[in-house]
């Protein structure tokens, strides 16, 4: 597994935005596609955004297409997602992940939905926005 750190969360206003980064480490020279969860209290963990090992692949939530942006450095392991015109219902805590290791065939387009299909975890981190 990678190991994932994520940063920038905290409290913004309607309409206001924000941005959260995940700093990757580990698992040296594999490649993976990563992506964002988030979890409101009593629900399930849902899927925000993924980008693929290129970048030149990305995927979004219907709810956040348009408003979220998802975005990686590979010479820097990192991913961000900069999160526009946020809503009360953003509220949530955000969690990056990381996919096992891809086969090259996999790197330029696989952007992932799934839970199941991704391995490893940041602690989360809390959003909320206000009204």
């Known amino acids: 597994q990678v190991r994932l750190v994520e940063s920038g969360g905290g409290l913004a206003q309607f309409g206001g935005s924000l941005r959260l980064s995940c700093a990757a480490s580990?698992?040296?020279?594999?490649?993976?596609?990563m992506g964002w969860f988030r979890q409101a209290p009593g629900k399930e963990r849902d899927f925000v955004a993924a980008?693929?090992?290129?970048?030149?692949?990305?995927s979004y939530a219907d709810s956040v297409k348009g408003r979220f942006t998802i975005s990686g450095d590979n010479a820097k392991n990192t991913v961000t997602l900069q999160m526009n015109s946020l809503k009360a219902e953003d509220t949530a805590v955000y969690y990056c992940?990381?996919?096992?290791?891809?086969?090259?065939?996999?790197?330029?387009?696989?952007?992932?939905?799934?839970?199941?299909?991704?391995?490893?975890w940041g602690q989360g981190i809390q959003v909320t926005v206000s009204s």
């Open positions: 580990g698992r040296t020279g594999s490649k993976y596609a």
């Open positions: 992940a990381a996919t096992p290791p891809l086969d090259y065939l996999l790197t330029r387009y696989y952007t992932p939905r799934e839970l199941a299909a991704f391995d490893s």
């Open positions: 980008i693929s090992w290129s970048g030149e692949s990305t």
